[in-house]
């Protein structure tokens, strides 16, 4: 088993900030692709931003200039962080762990934008 265990989210305000870590139980954490995605109710997991072991980012067209992916090899963590927060980006985010066969999902943690 590879535990992925997330912290940081909460409720805020919109056009707050929030900053997700996971963090990766995984040997050899930086060959892993890095990921952060979320479920709102009764919709789909959708994709928000991947790191790569080179550090090249990818984002969602409906996050992009909005959230930052960074990853510390060193503490073995992944982080998100979230400005100009809106009630659309409510949801229970997820992080996820990718190399070859491995693909691993933390438990998720809840962020809700609210006023």
């Known amino acids: 088993q590879v535990q992925l265990v997330e912290s940081g989210g909460g409720l805020v305000q919109p056009g707050g900030s929030l900053t997700l870590s996971c963090v990766a139980s995984?040997?050899?954490?930086?060959?892993?692709?890095m990921g952060w995605y979320r479920q709102a109710p009764e919709k789909q997991r959708e994709f928000v931003a991947t790191i790569s072991r080179f550090a090249v980012t990818n984002y969602a067209d409906s996050v992009k200039g909005r959230f930052t992916i960074s990853r510390n090899n060193a503490k073995k963590t992944v982080y998100l962080q979230m400005n100009n927060l809106e009630p659309e980006d409510t949801a229970v985010y997820y992080c996820?762990?990718?190399?070859?066969?491995?693909?691993?999902w933390g438990q998720g943690t809840q962020v809700t934008v609210s006023s």
């Open positions: 996820n762990a990718k190399a070859g066969t491995v693909d691993s």
């Open positions: 995984q040997n050899n954490f930086n060959i892993y692709t």
